[in-house]
């Protein structure tokens, strides 16, 4: 596997394993901060691939594919949290520095996992249970309240993996695969159907010396269980709640050793006192969705604060920029050209700064985002969505 080149003055390496649009978009902060990238691509076309120079196409499921590339490196992170544990053994037995480390992405990978720790944690979650049988389903259901929420411990992602069940019924295919090797090996998890006034979402970094960052509490949108929309700061949010939230997102942090970008996303609830509270949704190690803002909204973007804490520098400041920025994401739709309504939404909104992914357009696919930053949410929420809808072509005006 060929060497990535060597900036002078003895600046590092960063290997980041999977070519998609995270690796891409760490590309900008690391020449801004002297650090070259060196990504383990899925194709010479992928993503990442378009953009860092220092890109071998590899199989993140190969064993020695993997080590090859790793070796080249001085310090190894990820574009997605799908390396298989064999694998990452295998890197940590050879001395490769990797963040976040085995042990905490085991409660990315594995929902099972995250929900016995976050729980024996005292983590607000919602009521779960592990499901081999329909008897336990049923159980379940019978105790919790009908419809339940099932997913696959693994590899769900985007709405994939997850579904709202009516009965025990709903999930005889699944229960069919328990058992067998893959997503549902070790049994379904089931929650219940939490009663959520929105979504939001803490994102963390943390660094290997225990250093950490935490920008403002974000809400999210979603749309057919993917992400769309994204306001940041969460707008009427409750002081106490933002605060609680947060250290909880920094507990999570630190008692699962978490290294790089963590995002914890949360539903907003209602206490039995009527008071606002959080449960603890899904954990993703790495840069996400949710903080898609911060790259032209905050003073440091996530994908330059994840290169920071991954070599353990110094964090940088997480501030706003603005009193408020919008994210909303731009999915494909029916136009494979995107670049004449680039230009277009350019010439309408300068102040609206899109970002595109370099990935072919497929109905549903994300293929980019724009940010719009405002002293007004309204303004910034109403340019953000246009821009986004004139990519996809729901709009032509």
């Not at 060196?38 to 860092?52: F, H, P």
């Not at 997913?151 to 709405?159: E, H, L």
């Not at 994210?327 to 909104?349: C, F, K, Q, S, T």
Request: charge should be negative.
């Amino acid at each position: 596997m060929s060497q990535p080149k060597r900036a002078p003055g003895g600046f590092p390496v960063v290997g980041v394993v999977g070519g998609g649009q995270l690796a891409r978009m760490m590309q900008s902060p690391a020449v801004g901060l002297g650090i070259q990238l060196s990504v383990l691509a899925e194709s010479e076309l992928a993503a990442a691939a378009l953009v860092v120079p220092s890109s071998p196409v590899g199989e993140h499921t190969d064993l020695d594919t993997v080590l090859a590339f790793a070796r080249q490196c001085d310090v190894v992170t990820f574009d997605h949290e799908h390396v298989p544990q064999e694998v990452l053994e295998a890197l940590e037995a050879n001395g490769v520095a990797i963040h976040p480390t085995r042990s905490a992405l085991r409660f990315a990978q594995d929902k099972l996992a995250m929900r016995e720790r976050l729980s024996g944690l005292d983590i607000a979650c919602p009521r779960w249970q592990r499901a081999r049988t329909a008897a336990e389903v049923t159980a379940f259901g019978d105790e919790v309240g009908w419809p339940i929420i099932a997913k696959t411990p693994r590899g769900g992602y985007d709405g994939k993996g997850v579904t709202v069940a009516r009965s025990a019924d709903d999930l005889a295919e699944w229960l069919a695969l328990v058992g067998q090797p893959g997503a549902l090996e070790d049994g379904l998890l089931l929650e219940e159907k939490v009663a959520f006034t929105r979504e939001l979402a803490v994102l963390i970094a943390r660094s290997p010396s225990g250093q950490a960052a935490a920008w403002p509490v974000v809400e999210t949108v979603q749309t057919d269980g993917i992400c769309t929309e994204v306001l940041a700061p969460a707008p009427h949010l409750d002081p106490t709640l933002a605060s609680v939230a947060t250290a909880a997102a920094l507990r999570i942090a630190g008692e699962l050793d978490v290294t790089g970008v963590l995002a914890v996303e949360m539903f907003e609830v209602r206490a039995e006192d009527g008071s606002p509270a959080y449960v603890v949704n899904e954990l993703a190690m790495r840069p996400h969705n949710s903080g898609h803002w911060s790259i032209d909204g905050a003073v440091t973007g996530q994908f330059e604060q994840h290169l920071r804490a991954v070599l353990d520098l110094p964090l940088g400041d997480p501030r706003p920029r603005s009193p408020w920025t919008v994210m909303a994401n731009v999915l494909g739709g029916d136009y494979e050209e995107l670049y004449p309504a680039y230009r277009h939404i350019m010439a309408r909104d300068p102040g609206a700064k899109v970002h595109v992914y370099g990935k072919g357009v497929r109905p549903g696919r994300k293929i980019g985002h724009v940010n719009v930053s405002s002293t007004d949410l309204v303004d910034a929420r109403e340019r953000a969505r246009h821009a986004a809808d004139y990519l996809r072509g729901v709009i032509t005006e």
